[in-house]
């Protein structure tokens, strides 16, 4: 086995699942309040759950949804928190993992047909044309140990007429254990039998199974070759939203040549990301959740000037400490008003500097426009009349770091050493 996947119930175990991925390779955690978990305890409140989808190895949100067989929490209170999970993956374009007892016909019908995000109903074992209807639109279905009991020949009849590419299967470990190993702790590595049920239900081999049910696993999961972005991420303490992939420069050094994202985050884009999306991201952190919140980009956030400004805006009401990261050429596109529009909401500017003079920048960061260097310079002097701004170089070979030091000196500016 390659890759685990451990969700949360509680917000003390999604915590623990998310820490949990961090120190094993190969591990992702899913975080989110489990409905049997949620009783008036504000401890199991899911206001918490944002700030654990934000570490860097959280790639679901879950579980989640309704359990009507257990009488334990109001009906109500498991909607509305179903609800809100459903809004959180979708926010956080993450995948969400679904528990459904006796309720399946409800969860349906509270998803309606327009979840943005793939959904695993996990662990199921409900009424086959809730299934089919689940599988029309697009939903995976996830199945455990209970397929492998020999009298469960319901269960494996469903297996065997959903389309192949719909299925996963899960341990639910450390319950539900598969036939061989009934009545023990049930364990990932069992996993296997169920995947020699399904093997069997197929008529294919164990080996072609596992390739098909890898596949579909990673499609769920948003892995592999299907791996999403991400639009938000902590780092050093600090919310970075990362609003754009497209930048005027082509810089010697830039991250985006030589790998997909930083800090555990895969933040390459495919396609700019949605508006909706990245307000609603906005609206949904909390202030606390880090000491500034930068406006970045795997590329130039400036790329999307009218979007910055109303994200960057929103965020200032919102009581955050706003930070933008630019190489400081907008000029060159577009007017000091608009530039001076833009920066209004910043507390702070930090440009990315990388060069003492026009011939080294354009040597350098290898701009679109030659005059760049000239426009960075004109830049600097209208941000720094509204924000606080420093100057920063990365350390990498051909970048002068001493004479950028001494530009920033010059200049009376803060200067600062990346990388
Ligand atoms: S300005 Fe930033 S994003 Fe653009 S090429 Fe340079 S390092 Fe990369």
Redesign the pocket.
């Known amino acids: 086995m390659t890759q685990f996947m451990v969700p949360g119930i509680s917000l003390e175990s999604s915590l623990k699942a998310a820490l949990l991925s961090e120190t094993r390779t190969g591990v992702y955690a899913a975080a989110g309040i489990h409905p049997n978990e949620l009783d008036s305890d504000s401890s199991c409140s899911p206001d918490e759950i944002p700030e654990i989808l934000l570490r860097p190895r959280v790639i679901a949100v879950g579980e989640t949804g309704l359990d009507l067989y257990r009488d334990r929490v109001p009906e109500k209170l498991q909607i509305k928190v179903f609800k809100e999970h459903i809004k959180l993956a979708e926010t956080f374009g993450l995948t969400l993992i679904v528990h459904s007892r006796s309720a399946e016909r409800k969860i349906l019908d509270i998803m309606g047909h327009d979840v943005t995000v793939p959904v695993i109903m996990h662990c199921y074992t409900g009424p086959a044309d809730i299934a089919r209807e689940a599988v029309d639109r697009g939903y995976f279905i996830g199945f455990a140990g209970v397929l492998t009991f020999s009298k469960n020949h319901r269960l494996r009849d469903l297996a065997g007429s959903l389309p192949a590419d719909r299925i996963l299967i899960e341990t639910d470990a450390p319950y539900l254990s598969p036939e061989p190993v009934r009545g023990r702790r049930n364990e990932p590595c069992n996993v296997k039998y169920i995947a020699d049920t399904i093997s069997e239900i197929w008529g294919r081999s164990p080996f072609d199974t596992a390739g098909t049910l890898m596949k579909n696993s990673l499609k769920a999961m948003q892995l592999g070759p299907n791996r999403r972005t991400d639009l938000v991420y902590l780092l050093y303490g600090n919310i970075y939203m990362n609003i754009t992939g497209t ?5 010697r ?4 040549s030589r790998t997909d994202g930083i800090g555990g985050y895969y933040l390459k884009h495919h396609g700019e990301p949605s508006e909706e999306r990245l307000d609603s991201i906005i609206k949904t952190l909390s202030p606390q959740t880090g000491k500034e919140l930068v406006f970045c ?4 956030p400036t790329m999307r000037p009218e979007l910055l400004r109303r994200l960057a805006g929103s965020a200032s009401d919102r009581g955050f400490s706003v930070r933008l990261n630019t ?1 400081g050429t907008c000029l060159a596109r577009l007017s000091p008003e608009k530039t001076a529009e833009i920066l209004e909401p910043f507390d702070t500017v930090s440009v ?1 500097l990388n060069a003492s003079c026009r011939e080294e920048y354009n040597d350098i ?1 290898r701009p679109a426009d030659e005059t760049s260097w000239d426009r960075m310079m004109e830049f600097i002097e209208l941000a720094r009349r509204v924000a606080s701004i420093r100057l920063t170089a ?1 350390r990498y070979p051909g970048v002068p770091i001493e004479s950028v030091k001494k530009l920033a000196k010059s200049l009376s500016l803060p200067f600062r050493i990346r990388g």
């Open positions: 930048c005027t420069n082509k810089c050094f830039c991250v985006k980009g795997y590329g130039e190489n990315s960061c990365v």
